[in-house]
């Protein structure tokens, strides 16, 4: 049977859509269509990859809606006066994003554990546990020492299948490279909300229209430039790094063509760079050999991310998505960004390497 114009439309030519429908087509495509659009399937481990970011999306605009209100509000903003796991000062708001995560899953019937950075154990959820075949990773809320400032924060997700019944309560299926990873992605929360994702076909990012209550498309298919400006550190550890970062520092602040660009939020500094290009880095330090950032909550979901979009993440010496974490907990120095930016800093490090082995 042949097809058929209505009435009033010309059966040959291109129709080219006007600003009006494109628009419409973007405020359309809202986070879970576009999920299963990627994966160009209806199946069931389509629909649970889109409801699972779904849950994510409400624990975002939960969190939003909270960051927006924070200086309104008592018990928002400064510390609890307790510490977490990692041995870090609590801040009001991180409890309250763990809890939203938690909360937003506990419904989902597709999650069955959730760790956090702010949480010593996984949090098993029973009643999914039959049937929810996923475990969620997650940063409640990087960077909360901006929060009191009104600075820009974020939050950081990885999904992970789960693998085994987990009869020991330990988690140690997690215990395994970032390559394992389903999904990850970034929140951040600022002059507007954006989230940001992949499921391993390529990152795309969305804006939270607040008029609609819907994250909807912003940029699809992005790719990171192959060099940036940027390098994006905490300088005033420098005299704690090892030489080879420090000869790193000394070349860019020799040469023209490089900006210092650094907010103390690593959703922030992460996504300036991804669409600007540059490098972001976390050495370690004299006090802390592996740095403060955990691998299996911070560097292998933003390493996943960075890949998808054409970049690369190292711990300066091995690719982050190789890393097998030997605790949950598991901390790493992380170097990511543009290609050719990751490629030169690991050229300092091997280079003092090679001197300390004594070669040429």
């Given at each position: 049977m042949e097809n058929s114009c209505p009435r009033g439309y010309p059966m040959t030519g291109t129709y080219t859509p006007t600003d009006h429908?494109?628009?419409?087509?973007?405020?359309?495509?809202?986070?879970?269509?576009?999920?299963?659009?990627?994966?160009?399937?209806?199946?069931?481990?389509?629909?649970?990859?889109?409801?699972?970011?779904?849950?994510?999306?409400?624990?975002?605009?939960?969190?939003?809606?909270r960051l927006c209100r924070a200086g309104l509000m008592a018990d928002t903003l400064g510390f609890t006066g307790e510490t977490n796991v990692q041995g870090e000062s609590v801040k009001r708001m991180d409890l309250y994003a763990n809890q939203v995560f938690i909360s937003a899953f506990k419904q989902s019937g597709l999650v069955c554990r959730l760790a956090s950075?702010?949480?010593?154990?996984?949090?098993?959820?029973?009643?999914?546990?039959?049937?929810?075949?996923?475990?969620?990773?997650?940063?409640?809320?990087?960077?909360?020492?901006?929060?009191?400032?009104?600075?820009?924060v974020g939050s950081i997700f990885s999904i992970?299948?789960?693998?085994?019944?987990?009869?020991?309560g330990e988690a140690l299926d997690l215990l395994q490279p970032g390559r394992k990873q389903l999904a990850a992605g970034y929140i951040l929360y600022g002059p507007s909300t954006l989230l940001v994702y992949s499921i391993g076909k390529g990152v795309h990012a969305f804006i939270l229209d607040p008029s609609?209550?819907?994250?909807?498309?912003?940029?699809?298919?992005?790719?990171?430039?192959?060099?940036?400006?940027?390098?994006?550190?905490?300088?005033?550890?420098?005299?704690?790094?090892?030489?080879?970062?420090?000869?790193?520092?000394?070349?860019?602040?020799?040469?023209?063509?490089?900006?210092?660009?650094?907010?103390?939020?690593?959703?922030?500094?992460?996504?300036?760079?991804?669409?600007?290009g540059g490098v972001f880095l976390y050495p370690?330090?004299?006090?802390?050999?592996?740095?403060?950032?955990r691998l299996l909550y911070e560097s292998a979901p933003l390493a996943f991310l960075m890949e998808q979009a054409g970049g690369r993440a190292s711990t300066g010496t091995q690719d982050i998505m190789d890393v097998v974490p030997e605790k949950l907990h598991a901390r790493t120095p992380l170097v990511i960004g543009s290609k050719d930016n990751v490629a030169l800093v690991e050229s300092f490090i091997g280079e003092r390497a090679r001197q300390d082995r004594g070669e040429d």
């Open positions: 429908e494109r628009a419409l087509d973007r405020d359309c495509t809202t986070l879970s269509r576009h999920v299963l659009e990627q994966l160009n399937s209806f199946g069931g481990d389509a629909q649970d990859l889109s409801a699972l970011m779904n849950r994510i999306a409400l624990a975002g605009k939960l969190i939003s809606r950075e702010e949480m010593e154990h996984p949090y098993y959820i029973p009643e999914n546990c039959p049937i929810g075949r996923y475990t969620l990773l997650y940063d409640p809320i990087d960077g909360s020492s901006n929060v009191d400032i009104n600075l820009n992970r299948q789960q693998e085994g019944i987990d009869e020991t609609l209550g819907e994250f909807v498309l912003f940029a699809e298919d992005i790719t990171i430039p192959t060099h940036g400006p940027v390098y994006s550190v905490n300088e005033g550890n420098f005299w704690q790094w090892e030489e080879s970062y420090r000869d790193y520092i000394r070349y860019v602040h020799r040469h023209e063509g490089y900006t210092g660009r650094y907010s103390g939020a690593l959703v922030g500094d992460i996504h300036r760079i991804l669409f600007q370690g330090t004299t006090k802390d050999p592996l740095g403060k950032l």
